[in-house]
């Protein structure tokens, strides 16, 4: 069993299929066939079993794919590693961000410490709070910056700063004159809400949880963006971060609503795995952003 096969076998249980494997590493169907059966054979077991014209692991397969992904993560880590030592401003970040922190504060941190570590490669990616968990349990990331609760014993958080989430309304809405509601009122507005696995999402609706209050979802919209304009163009109305609404309470687009008695308060923090090695470039990473240079 070499790293060859583990990598080629994890890419066919990745893809599902032999012929989508083979297409991703440049290969013929037959060779990817072969490494898999001289695999099999090397171990004596069966690691997949087709039903169906589809490829399904076989409990062997679902093991030794779990010890291939921490073989190869390893791997990885070992190479960056003497990356980082070879030169401390040369190395390899992989960053994910949950959406309101991916779209309107991490660029800009981004931007800065690259500045200063030039030659470092960063790779980046947005996705809900549910997302980011998931790739940071899967090594897919290093590091997460999420603004939703995260719920796995294997990750360590880190509070990060402070957000608050605000209500807001369009200018020609029945409430932009009150700017002050009373909690009750929110349970017959209609409301236009990220969807599941948001931590904007989740923080908003344990807030409502806690007060007893109920609400109505008109629409659900995964994008923070459309949420602004279908709000400004008085569908519904909004609970939305500080941070995405900024520049639009600046111009007077959207109001900000107060609650009577009610603040939707959240902490963006800092999350990676338990078990995460601190490479020099992670290091000087998490340094920078606890430095407070943003």
């Not at 470092?120 to 940071?136: G, L, M």
């Not at 007893?212 to 400004?232: D, F, G, R």
Request: hydrophobic letters at 40%; glycine letters at 6%.
């Amino acid at each position: 069993m070499n790293l060859r096969q583990l990598k080629i076998f994890l890419t066919v249980c990745q893809e599902g299929s032999m012929s989508k494997a083979a297409k991703k590493l440049y290969m013929t169907q037959p060779s990817i066939s072969q490494t898999i059966g001289e695999l099999e054979q090397e171990l004596n077991i069966k690691l997949f079993e087709r039903i169906n014209k589809h490829l399904y692991l076989t409990y062997p397969g679902e093991i030794l794919r779990e010890y291939s992904k921490r073989i190869i993560s390893l791997l990885e880590e070992a190479e960056n590693t003497l990356l980082d030592i070879s030169n401390l401003k040369t190395g390899k970040l992989r960053v994910g961000a949950s959406t309101t922190i991916g779209t309107y504060l991490i660029p800009k941190i981004l931007s800065e410490f690259r500045k200063k570590y030039e030659n470092t490669s960063i790779f980046f990616n947005i996705d809900n709070t549910a997302v980011i968990e998931k790739q940071i349990l899967e090594n897919s990331i290093d590091i997460g910056i999420v603004e939703g609760p995260i719920h796995s014993q294997d990750i360590i958080i880190e509070p990060f700063i402070e957000d608050e989430l605000y209500l807001v309304c369009s200018k020609g809405h029945r409430w932009a004159l009150k700017k002050v509601i009373e909690p009750w009122e929110i349970e017959e507005e209609e409301l236009i809400i990220r969807e599941k696995g948001s931590g904007t999402r989740e923080v908003f609706e344990t807030i409502m949880s806690a007060n007893n209050l109920k609400y109505h979802i008109k629409h659900v919209l995964n994008n923070t963006e459309a949420i602004k304009k279908a709000v400004e163009l008085n569908m519904g109305v909004s609970v939305l971060s500080k941070l995405a609404v900024s520049e639009e309470l600046k111009k007077g687009t959207l109001v900000k609503i107060e609650i009577e008695g009610i603040k939707f308060k959240r902490m963006f923090n800092i999350i990676y795995h338990k078990d995460k090695y601190f490479s020099p470039t992670f290091k000087a990473f998490m340094e920078y952003l606890k430095s407070g240079r943003r």
